[in-house]
């Protein structure tokens, strides 16, 4: 969870537990679990040979200092929306 106050950072962490005023302050969830996405590619080689690479991805919210306000500004709390964008 993060606790957002004027577009600043207040708090952030797995399983907070913190007050907060719902007037002035935003608080949002962000997953703790790790993701997997799973990707394809095809592609022709010079030699006309038809080449397909296919690869996995896994990724988590970096919970360190601001990491979940970076994936909150970046994805909303749109976990399939973030994996789109790596896929």
């Not at 997997?36 to 006309?48: G, I, K, L, Y």
């Not at 988590?60 to 979940?68: A, H, K, M, Q, W």
């Amino acid at each position: 969870m993060i606790v957002i106050k004027d577009g600043e950072l207040i708090r952030s962490g797995i399983g907070l537990k913190t007050w907060y005023n719902f007037m002035s302050s935003t608080v949002a969830k962000f997953p703790s679990s790790v993701s997997r996405v799973t990707f394809s590619a095809n592609q022709t080689s010079q030699e006309m040979q038809g080449i397909e690479i296919t690869g996995v991805v896994m990724w988590s919210v970096n919970r360190l200092e601001d990491g979940p306000y970076r994936f909150y500004k970046y994805a909303g709390q749109d976990i399939q929306a973030a994996n789109e964008n790596l896929r």
